[in-house]
T-cell receptor
Framework: SQKIEQNSEALNIQEGKTATLTCNYTNYSPAYLQWYRQDPGRGPVFLLLIRENEKEKRKERLKVTFDTTLKQSLFHVTASQPADSATYLC????????????FGKGTMLLVSP | NAGVTQTPKFQVLKTGQSMTLQCAQDMNHEYMSWYRQDPGMGLRLIHYSVGAGITDQGEVPNGYNVSRSTTEDFPLRLLSAAPSQTSVYFCASRRQGADQPQHFGDGTRLSIL
């Protein structure tokens, strides 16, 4: 069965460092991958989209890579700030207009001052 | 622009009771979905709709009903609440197009005793 894995342990880093979160998948051929941020008590908020034919996307201090050979996406937060502390979810989607997303469990990022 | 609005924010039910979780969006999005989020699990799709009058089942539809009479509203009905349905429920909407970002509400926290 299809499986999406994100680190279940929280990632603790110091302010100013680069945080790297991992999303691995098996038995899945996604056409695209999305990353969301979720704060406690709130719904997920969309951050970035990367398609299967793209290697890398950037948005301000965020960078996403997508390696369909390794079946992995990496999510980088550069020059991290305490305000970046949140849970980050990856979600995979197939081709097709009615495509539904399959979400990973998320990884919590904690940035300390 | 309110986005996706979910009501109520919190609810406690007794086993066997029924209730409707409300979801409304003001972005004229055709596609709407209901997810549940449980500790240690990713968001799981319950039901979705690709337009008014059209609904389909997701990964975990049992015990839930939906209907979509208008573009704006997508209520989720629990027919006979069970303790296993204790969860946080999120409604989401997006534009047509498989890789369009999902816009989430802030959830309904439901406890069933």
């Amino acid at each position: 069965s299809q499986k999406i894995e994100q680190n279940s342990e929280a990632l603790n880093i110091q302010e100013g460092k680069t945080a790297t979160l991992t999303c691995n998948y098996t038995n899945y051929s996604p056409a695209y991958l999305q990353w969301y941020r979720q704060d406690p008590g709130r719904g997920p908020v969309f951050l970035l989209l990367i398609r299967e034919n793209e290697k890398e996307k950037r948005k301000e201090r965020l960078k996403v890579t997508f390696d369909t050979t390794l079946k992995q996406s990496l999510f980088h937060v550069t020059a991290s700030q305490p305000a970046d502390s949140a849970t980050y979810l990856c979600a995979l989607g197939r081709r097709g207009g009615y495509s539904t997303l399959t979400f990973g469990k998320g990884t919590m990022l904690l940035v300390s001052p | 622009n309110a986005g996706v609005t979910q009501t109520p924010k919190f609810q406690v039910l007794k086993t066997g009771q029924s209730m409707t979780l409300q979801c409304a969006q003001d972005m004229n999005h055709e596609y709407m979905s209901w997810y549940r989020q449980d500790p240690g699990m990713g968001l799981r799709l319950i039901h979705y709709s690709v337009g008014a009058g059209i609904t389909d089942q997701g990964e975990v539809p049992n015990g839930y009903n939906v209907s979509r009479s208008t573009t704006e509203d997508f209520p989720l009905r629990l027919l006979s609440a069970a303790p296993s349905q204790t969860s946080v429920y999120f409604c989401a909407s997006r534009r047509q197009g498989a890789d369009q970002p999902q816009h989430f509400g802030d959830g309904t926290r439901l406890s069933i005793l």
